[in-house]
């Protein structure tokens, strides 16, 4: 009796959740492989586009939840041994009300008409890139963590569009080269992928799968299969950064001396998933400075990190305390009370190796002499490291540990470890 019972307790909770899992297979879009030159001018007009299979089957999220759009989307993606190539056809019954302003890389684009793609290249339900774009042509794009808990907006990467606006609509031709994304070296690839678009006159939201409007283009997890992928490669790029800068320095006492320094960054792909970054005597003098800010607080203000070396993987080292709060916070390296203090070099190895997402960091700077500083505090010399593992398990969950340390020269140190397990169903 009590064998009965069990069976059936098990063919409860069983069978509900095999009919779920075919009623929601995600849909997907073929990549059609083509060896003809694509010429970037958003008119869509080779013939490669017209062979492609494209994807219409678009439902509101917005302002009607699953209602059928009121204007026509299509979707193509093309690739070859370089690039992957999206076109996108955005149909308006009344384009010369098309929404659309801005045209500066990493523009906000919630107030205008637009088109989102996010590409999950490891097929792992958490991490990917997404790319905007507009009737203008203007680009952003985010490196997203955690389906979307973890975002890193100041990301750019490699890749372009153009766009057309006519009686029809608006159309847009994207290419994303294959060296701008990580994935595995398999000979043939499923990725991850959705698409969104936004008809902002209308406050009308259109996605390809996860439509409901408890998910956003952001939950990986709900997305399509781009399959078709084959034979593409992920170059093991070693790319060389090398710099010389000559300036003058100004000294009360000394008056004008020349400046000569020279430095450089070499990074390089270990594997497919796994980047190296060596630096030396790095200089940040090209970073965009910082807005101006008034605090009134007792609190430090914080500032976002700006400075690319920092930033390209910056996901892999994030460790929440809280909401919004990390562990790790890179804008102390090389900053002292807002001066800049000099680094010597350092090393970071990220990525992911199998189901392993490791972020490793360190980081050594110079020591200012206390003629230098405006305190006249010597600042020592000091090491930052950062040792952040993340293991994937189950189908959305993960478990990790991080460790930091930030050790002077005279031998005082900082070192602080910790441990999360994030679950989701």
């Known amino acids: 009796m009590m064998i009965r019972v069990l069976k059936l307790i098990v063919a409860f909770f069983l069978i509900p959740s095999i009919g779920f899992s075919q009623i929601n297979k995600p ?45 026509r989307t299509e979707v193509a993606v093309l ?13 308006d019954s009344q384009p010369s009300k098309i929404v659309a302003k801005q045209m500066k890389r990493d523009f906000n684009w ?15 339900s958490r991490n990917g890139y997404l790319f905007v774009t507009n009737p203008n042509g203007a680009r952003a794009d985010v490196l997203i963590g955690n389906e979307g808990s973890e975002t890193i907006k100041d990301w750019n990467g490699v890749w372009d569009v153009r766009t057309e606006v006519n009686d029809k609509g608006w159309f847009a031709e994207i290419v994303i ?9 398999k000979e043939v690839q499923d990725w991850q992928i959705n698409f969104e678009r936004n008809i902002r006159r209308k406050n009308e939201q259109l996605m390809w799968q996860g439509y409901l409007r408890k998910y956003e283009l952001e939950k990986i997890s709900q997305a399509g299969v781009l399959v078709g992928l084959q034979g593409i490669q992920s170059k093991t790029n070693i790319e060389y950064k090398p710099y010389i800068t000559v300036g003058t320095e100004k000294d009360r006492v000394e008056g004008f001396d020349k400046v000569l320094k020279a430095g450089g ?26 807005d101006a800010k008034v605090n009134l607080s007792r609190f430090n203000l914080y500032y976002k990190e700006k400075r690319q070396f920092f930033l390209e993987g910056s ?72 040792l952040r593992v993340r293991r994937d398990v189950f189908k959305q969950s993960n478990a990790g540990f991080i460790l930091t340390s930030k050790v002077r020269k005279d031998g005082r140190k900082n070192i602080i470890y910790g441990g999360d397990f994030n679950y989701k169903t």
């Open 27 to 71: 849909d997907s879009i073929f990549a059609y492989k083509i060896d003809q030159k694509i010429k970037l001018d958003g008119k869509l007009n080779e013939n490669c586009w017209a062979k492609a299979p494209k994807i219409s089957n678009f439902r509101q999220r917005e302002m009607q939840e699953g209602a059928l759009p009121t204007e």
């Open 79 to 91: 690739y070859d041994k370089n690039n992957i190539y999206i076109g996108f056809w955005g149909y």
């Open 110 to 124: 919630g107030g205008e008409d637009n088109f989102e793609i996010i590409i999950s290249p490891y097929n792992d």
């Open 177 to 185: 080269p294959f060296s701008s994304l990580n994935f595995q070296k």
């Open 265 to 290: 960054e070499i990074n390089a792909n270990i594997t497919p998933t796994l980047k190296l970054n060596l630096t030396a005597n790095t200089d940040f003098a090209q970073v965009e400075a910082d």
């Open 315 to 386: 996901n892999y080292y994030q460790f929440r305390v809280g909401h919004r709060n990390h562990l790790f916070y890179s804008r102390t390296i090389g900053l002292e009370d807002g001066a800049e203090i000099p680094i010597y070099g350092g090393v970071r190895l990220f990525g992911k190796a199998g189901k392993n997402n490791i972020g490793f960091m360190s980081m050594q700077t110079a020591l200012v002499p206390a003629e230098n500083t405006e305190d006249s505090i010597a600042i020592q010399s000091t090491n930052y490291s950062v």
